[in-house]
Each structure stands twice: as structure tokens, then as C-alpha cells.
Nanobody, 124 residues
Framework: QVQLVESGGGLVQAGGSLRLSCETSGLTFSRHVMGWFRQAPGQEREFVVAVGRNAGNTYYVDSVKGRFTISRDNAKNTVYLQMNSLKPEDTAVYYC?????????????????WGQGTQVTVSS
């Protein structure tokens, strides 16, 4: 049984930082691209960032470049999202997802496994 469990969300003031974690089990972590998506109320789930299987390549949506950093620890089967300089528009439920592929997908439908999400709220 594949499980992805996010943690680290919370309430933070604008300009602050949070570090999200996504611990996985039941899948061959090193063979999966890992991504983070987010969904704000009334909006569709959007791609934020993903990291390749060996962490050698990453892809960020423009709105988070320079502020967010994705990393992975294949020994711990965990992917992280360091979020700095947070803005109110970053407020959303953040989901991690896994895709069994060698390229980095940017659409939700290309990811097979999902976590339950963690709420990030940035106050102004």
C-alpha cells in the first residue's frame, strides 16, 4: 500500500518561511519523480515544483522561483519543500505526488500517487 504523508504546514506571516515534508512508503522512492502541487479555495490544483529521481533536475513554476526549494532524500524516502518569502497568494493546501517516470511531469494527471495535503496559510 502506497502512502504519501505531508507535514509542516501552518499559519505564517507574509515574508516568513515553512518547510514541508512528504514521507513516502510502499513505493520505490528512487524511481519516482516527486512533485508538489497546491490548491487554493475555488481554484484548480496547480503544479508548483518537481524533482527528478536522482535530484539532478528540478522544475519550478515561475511564481515560486527564487523563493521555494525542493529537495529529496532517497535514503529516507522523503521529499521536502522549503518555502521562503511567503506571500498571501501562496495560501493553499499543498499536496505531494509521485510519478513513475524519467521525465518531470507538470500536470496532475501524470502523477499516480498523492498525499492527503497540508494547509499553508500566509497572513498579510
Amino acid at each position: 500500500q502506497v502512502q504519501l504523508v505531508e507535514s509542516g504546514g501552518g499559519l505564517v506571516q507574509a515574508g516568513g518561511s515553512l518547510r514541508l515534508s512528504c514521507e513516502t512508503s510502499g513505493l520505490t522512492f528512487s524511481r519516482h519523480v516527486m512533485g508538489w502541487f497546491r490548491q487554493a479555495p475555488g481554484q484548480e490544483r496547480e503544479f508548483v515544483v518537481a524533482v527528478g529521481r536522482n535530484a539532478g533536475n528540478t522544475y519550478y513554476v515561475d511564481s515560486v522561483k527564487g523563493r521555494f526549494t525542493i529537495s529529496r532524500d532517497n535514503a529516507k524516502n522523503t521529499v521536502y519543500l522549503q518555502m521562503n518569502s511567503l506571500k498571501p497568494e501562496d495560501t493553499a493546501v499543498y499536496y505531494c505526488a509521485a510519478a513513475y517516470t524519467t521525465v518531470i511531469p507538470t500536470t496532475a494527471g501524470e502523477y499516480e500517487y498523492w498525499g492527503q495535503g497540508t494547509q499553508v496559510t500566509v497572513s498579510s
